[in-house]
């Protein structure tokens, strides 16, 4: 017998049938990101890569689905172009990832995690680990206390910063 488990909704939400989800982050952020070019490009500038040439065809994607992801990602905040040349050659750009980017980083090493655990036959091709001491790193949710939260100890409840924005902005 499978236990449902879920996250507690708390105050107005409980009810999940009285509330729609509106500006869900989740939505927003999906809306952004959620193809898989634009993870995969991310990815590929986690790893380093910066021109154009190594997104395209360490992505497999044609050029012009790289240059509109890229337009997307930079007009979004992630990346920013910066101008190089080559020796001879003209003014081209490559990108950097912004630290709006780089916050994004838990999301896509949690994907990674996710996949290794269930989608890999073996063993996972690649091990995440910190660069100075080679031990192993996990995306984790915890509190500000440092204590591991699972799914049904997570509350999720109104924010009232965000109520108050609300109403300001509607007065």
């Not at 920013?80 to 040349?85: L, M």
């Amino acid at each position: 017998m499978m236990c449902v488990m879920a996250a507690v909704m708390e105050g107005p939400l409980a009810d999940l049938s009285s509330w729609k989800a509106v500006d869900c982050s989740i939505a927003k952020a999906m809306d952004l990101i959620g193809t898989r070019s634009a993870v995969l490009i991310l990815r590929e500038a986690y790893y380093g890569t910066r021109r154009f040439d190594g997104f395209a065809s360490r992505v497999g994607i044609t050029d012009a689905a790289a240059a509109a992801q890229l337009r997307k990602l930079t007009e979004a905040g992630l990346l920013e172009k910066r101008p190089y040349r080559e020796e001879g050659k003209r003014t081209r750009h490559e990108y950097a990832l912004t630290q709006m980017g780089r916050d994004l980083l838990p999301v896509v090493l949690a994907l990674m995690q996710w996949g290794d655990a269930y989608l890999q036959p073996g063993p996972a091709p690649l091990q995440l680990v910190e660069e100075a001491t080679g031990a192993p790193v996990r995306v984790e949710v915890r509190s500000a206390t440092g204590k591991e939260i699972e799914l049904e100890e997570l509350g999720i409840r109104v924010n009232e910063d965000y109520l108050r924005k609300r109403r300001e902005r509607s007065d």
